[in-house]
């Protein structure tokens, strides 16, 4: 078992704070990664302050983890101590049900979670990425692309998986107009990502405050939902729409703006039941959907994309000792926009 330094939260109410424990046992097929740098994820808050039930303690956030392969179990075949690597929101799965068969890890039914989860023996907690080292299943960890640099991939491994698994399922390219509510954590991401696949992109936000950061992040358009008659002239622009918040929101005034066949996928979770009018969906044979982060093999292919159109994460990198200073600035939108953690600061 590896001795492992960490932040954990003891309770809903408590503040992250140091925590020592050690990492299950090692196997045949697992890989020590000593972490380097985890990014914040705003479900990190979530789950640390239990705001959606079933929170597991002491728990160590983050599921945004990139390091270096520091020891291999003797059936690893795929990497060599040294290798840039990454870890995302899943460590394991039952790899028997159909989704696991086809590649949708993610919607497995038993998924083992990076933390707030329990590892596949039923009682070992899973801990995640806030930590000095993890011991994850080989088939579980990412290759990270050597030209991008490490903390400013880490996101990726949340942020880019959730925004880029519905651009491609719904065949984001040339051609396309997109619409990407928010500019935050997800938004940008997906603006970035939607661009690089050839779409015409546009971010949809409540003011014009974030216009100049969606024109540098490469958006075509922008466009403020406060200023009158903005709902009016969209209407049957965009192909695609990518709801990235989490806010309560009159879902129906944004269907209005799909074209025929158009669909909006749900990213966030807003803390209230949003109603949803037929007649937004059948005048115009619209789609609302969700999507959660991707399996195994398309995160891959997400971080190879990446690598290739040298995507990556705009961040503020922070010692762990502001963890939980920056929990509060992620509620107020005062990021631009993700934080990462350079874990040296907790060695």
């Not at 408590?14 to 380097?36: A, C, G, Q, T, W």
């Not at 939902?225 to 129906?252: H, R, Y």
């Not at 992620?330 to 953690?341: E, M, T």
Request: hydrophobic residues 40%; charged residues 25%; aromatic residues 8%.
């Amino acid at each position: 078992m590896y001795p492992v330094k960490s932040y954990a939260a003891a309770s809903a109410a408590s503040d992250l704070e140091p925590y020592e424990f050690s990492r299950r046992d090692f196997k045949p097929h697992d890989v020590l990664i000593d972490i380097h740098f985890c990014g914040i994820c705003h479900s990190d808050i979530h789950q640390v302050r239990n705001e959606w039930g079933h929170s597991m303690y002491p728990m160590v956030p983050g599921h945004e983890i990139v390091g270096l392969v520091a020891a291999l179990g003797k059936q690893v075949k795929a990497y060599k101590i040294g290798d840039k690597v990454g870890v995302g929101c899943l460590v394991d799965s039952c790899r028997e049900c159909p989704e696991c068969k086809e590649g949708y890890e993610q919607f497995c039914v038993h998924p083992v979670f990076t933390y707030n989860s329990y590892e596949k023996d039923g009682k070992t907690l899973a801990q995640g990425g806030y930590s000095t080292r993890i011991v994850v299943d080989e088939n579980f960890v990412l290759r990270l692309p050597a030209a991008l640099p490490m903390d400013a991939t880490a996101p990726l491994l949340c942020a880019g998986i959730t925004t880029y698994s519905p651009l491609r399922h719904w065949k984001t390219g040339p051609g396309k107009k997109v619409g990407i509510m928010g500019l935050g954590g997800l938004g940008h991401m997906a603006v970035k990502i939607a661009k690089a696949m050839g779409a015409d992109v546009a971010v949809i936000s409540r003011s014009r405050n974030k216009e100049a950061d969606a024109k540098r992040l490469g958006a075509d358009h922008y466009y403020a939902t406060a200023e009158p008659g903005t709902f009016e002239k969209l209407a049957k622009t965009f192909d695609l729409i990518i709801c990235t918040v989490s806010v309560d929101l009159d879902w129906n005034q944004y269907l209005q703006l799909l074209k025929r066949d158009g669909t909006m996928v749900l990213l966030g979770v807003p803390p209230k039941a949003s109603p949803v009018s037929a007649g937004s969906l059948i005048f115009g044979r619209h789609s609302l959907v969700g999507s959660l982060i991707g399996g195994i093999k398309e995160t891959q292919e997400m971080l190879d994309f990446c690598g290739k159109h040298g995507i990556v994460s705009e961040i503020e990198l922070i010692p762990i000792q502001m963890a939980q200073e920056s929990y509060e600035r992620v509620i107020k939108g005062d990021v631009k926009f993700r934080f990462v953690i350079d874990m040296k600061s907790l060695k």
